[in-house]
């Protein structure tokens, strides 16, 4: 089966924004206008397609990356709609992972969120190219030049105006084609789906040929041939040369240009999506995906975008599907796959069987024959596969680089209602540990308890609402509990013998380790700096072992340790007594001894707030983030609205959302999300260490 489309005319976008600025209602309408459905199903009625989770469309927010394919002008888009809430910060990183351009959708009342910001900065973190799209433009207090200036200042970006609006909130009836100098004005008799071109309004002429001005200028400087004509007088400059400079700027990450629209009122949506094909690469437009040589780390090996080459993919969703299993969405960089066939995944080192290749739209499928370079789509039939895998023929092997994900930072503890809810409990949380990478499953033995851990309160309530009704687990679940963390602020030497006499052979393993503080984020790291044999080799794994056991116990409060690096520079053994248990058992006692000695200290999440508040509830807000032992970095103004930029520990922001409406009536915002790990004050420490003990 040949290509639908050649893949230079492939666009795979993700739309990403803050929460609430409209994201899925533009997907909606995007499937609306390429056929893809008939009806547009809106947000606020819960009938949004792309939103088809039951805890999406009651609350009327994306919790799940969805994907679908939709056709515009012989173009194949692929489209992933991204959450916007800061909780599922995982499901915004993998899609623009294994994304070629974006579509960031800003709100024109509310411009540059918190969360645009992030979720703008995860996409320049992979150089992923974008479009700006000023949504919501006919809402009230709407101001499209407001929020291009904030797009320039605050997320420092070249943002290059396409169009400017005709009129605005009630009166917002079309926008001006600043390539053509045309008024493009919707219909409302169609609900804004036909419009018709004509000469601009003598109103906003002056304006038009103002921001006309300011494009042309950004669009010459990226293109010397065209600034060479520009300067002898810029007439010849045609709209074909403008866009061919604008999409060489746009792909090279040096502009951004800008549209807008409102999307619920169906103005703009078509424009969009012409730019998505004009402006946004295809998978060829982008450099080749590059990768490491599985026998040789230090290699690396690239692959072109064609269908001829090696078959290259990463998995970057898996998504438990009650009627057919496992599904896992994956990017095909390289190569062709056809349903059937097997394929290698170079992470786990295991063949994996294409059992069916499945297009997604939404929660919808169509089934594939074949995949081809720059598709995205899922398979069943993987039994291995997780998010981050690299998949790839078995003779051409290359290892991609995987996704980064944040560890969690609060956790609940839910048991069973009865034995016979154990077994169900067990399966549903493996699935759901599969498919979110930002969910860790654990349990406590001594309290047996199962402990479950997100990024938010948010997580974890959406996690345990799909329990009860996806899975029917019916369990008891307990208040919401802080990962907190140890390390040590201090260097020591330790020296521990493990010598066990007891008829027959005995047991010795002795160990001098060094234990020293490393930079916040920098983790574990084991170095072996024995020379001369006093520890025979094959114990050094034992000692590394022992040392790590011991920091996931923790050792001061038993919480896990970070952030240590222990060196093993002498020991001794013993030619019948020793073994790997007692070299084991010698470098946990080993450690546990020294990170007492080396100033032991807790540490507990840090949260990075950021409320939007009108000005008469700032004094009550403020005084309630210093109640909570929080910080405030500083107050703005935006309009009639104060931005208050804060830190404060998560441990103090339970239930911070009721508080936070009863301040300000209803009428304040938030948005919060990890920032660091730091030290938690001694007299607050001793009350969590006392806590922990009783339990």
């Known amino acids: 089966m040949a290509r639908q489309v050649s893949i230079d005319k492939v666009r795979n976008i993700g739309i990403m924004a803050h929460i609430d600025a409209g994201k899925t209602t533009v997907t909606e309408h995007i499937l609306y206008y390429t056929g893809k459905s008939h009806k547009i199903g809106e947000v606020h009625d819960g009938a949004a397609q792309m939103d088809w989770m ?158 006309q001005h300011i494009m042309l200028e950004k669009a010459v400087e990226l293109d010397d041939s065209l600034m060479e ?178 560890a969690p930072v609060i956790s609940i503890s839910i048991k069973p209602e009865s034995k016979s809810e154990r077994e169900k409990l067990g399966k549903a949380l493996a699935r759901l540990a599969e498919e979110d990478p930002t969910f860790t499953v654990e349990y406590d033995k001594e309290t047996e308890e199962t402990i479950l851990s997100g990024m938010g309160e948010l997580h974890l309530e959406i996690i345990v609402d799909r329990l009860k009704h996806e899975f029917s687990v019916k369990a008891v679940v307990g208040q919401p509990k802080v990962a907190y963390k140890e390390t040590i602020l201090s260097s020591v030497t330790e020296n521990y013998k493990h010598v066990k006499q007891s008829g027959g052979h005995g047991q010795y393993g002795h160990v001098v380790c060094e234990i020293e503080p490393s930079k916040p984020g920098e983790g574990f790291e084991f170095k072996n700096l024995i020379t001369g044999g006093s520890i025979p080799r094959e114990y050094i794994p034992a000692v590394e072992k022992g040392i790590i056991a011991a920091m996931q116990r923790g050792v001061f409060a038993g919480y896990p340790v970070v952030d240590v690096r222990v060196n093993l520079i002498d020991g ?35 949260m990075s707030l950021e409320i939007v508040t009108p000005e008469e509830f700032v004094g009550g807000v403020v005084g309630n983030i210093c109640s909570r032992r929080g910080k405030v970095l500083g107050i703005e103004s935006k309009g009639n609205q104060q931005i208050i930029s804060a830190e404060a520990p998560l441990s103090e922001m339970f239930g911070y959302a009721t508080t936070l409406r009863s301040l300000s009536s209803g009428r304040a915002t938030y948005s919060m999300h990890f920032e660091k790990y730091v030290e938690v004050p001694f007299e607050i420490a001793e009350k969590v260490i006392e806590e922990k003990k009783k339990k």
Not at 146 to 162: F, H, M, R
Not at 237 to 261: F, H, S, W, Y
Not at 572 to 596: L, N, P, Q, T, W
């Open 229 to 406: 004509k520009y300067l002898e007088g810029g007439e010849s400059i045609t709209a074909d040369e403008l866009m061919k400079a604008i999409r060489k700027g746009t792909l090279a990450n040096q502009i951004v240009p800008a549209l807008c629209g409102s999307a619920f009122k169906n103005k703009g949506v078509q424009q969009l999506l012409d730019a998505v094909v004009d402006y946004l690469p295809s998978p060829i437009d982008l450099p080749d995906i590059t990768g490491t040589d599985v026998n040789d780390a230090e290699k690396t090996i690239s692959r072109k975008a064609d269908d001829d080459a090696p078959f290259t993919a990463l998995a970057f969703k898996v998504q438990a599907d009650p009627h057919m299993g496992k599904l896992v969405y994956f990017r095909v960089y390289s190569g062709k796959i056809e349903s059937g066939s097997y394929v290698y995944n170079v992470t786990k080192d295991k063949k994996e069987r294409v059992g069916r290749i499945m297009q997604m739209h939404a929660n919808q499928r169509e089934a594939r024959d074949i995949l081809y370079a720059g598709d995205i789509a899922a398979a069943i039939g993987f039994t291995s596969t997780v998010t981050g895998d690299t998949l790839c023929s078995e003779e051409n092997q290359m290892l991609l680089e995987a996704i980064e994900f944040p």
């Open 54 to 211: 039951k805890q999406e469309q009651e609350r009327g927010i994306t919790i799940t990356s969805a994907a679908t394919t939709c056709f515009w002008k012989n173009h194949r888009i692929n489209i992933i709609d991204t959450p916007g809430h800061v909780d599922f910060t995982v499901e915004v990183e993998r899609s623009l992972r294994i994304l070629d351009g974006a579509v960031a959708v800003f709100c024109a009342v509310g411009g540059v969120e918190p969360q645009s910001e992030t979720v703008w900065r995860q996409s320049e973190k992979y150089n992923v190219p974008k479009i700006a799209f000023v949504n919501k433009m006919d809402r009230i207090g709407a101001n499209f030049y407001e929020v291009i200036e904030g797009i320039t200042k605050d997320l420092e970006a070249n943002v290059i105006p396409l169009q400017i609006p005709i009129g605005a909130e009630d009166n917002f009836r079309g926008v001006v084609d600043l390539l053509q100098m045309k008024a493009c004005v919707f219909d409302d008799a169609t609900q804004g789906k036909e419009f018709h071109l004509e000469d601009i309004p003598q109103d906003i002429i002056e304006k038009a040929k103002e921001y």
């Open 572 to 606: 001794s053994y013993h030619d019948v007594d020793s073994s790997e248990m007692a070299f084991r058992i010698a470098a946990d006692e080993c450690f546990k001894r020294g990170f007492m000695h080396a100033s032991p200290v807790l540490l507990e999440p840090s």
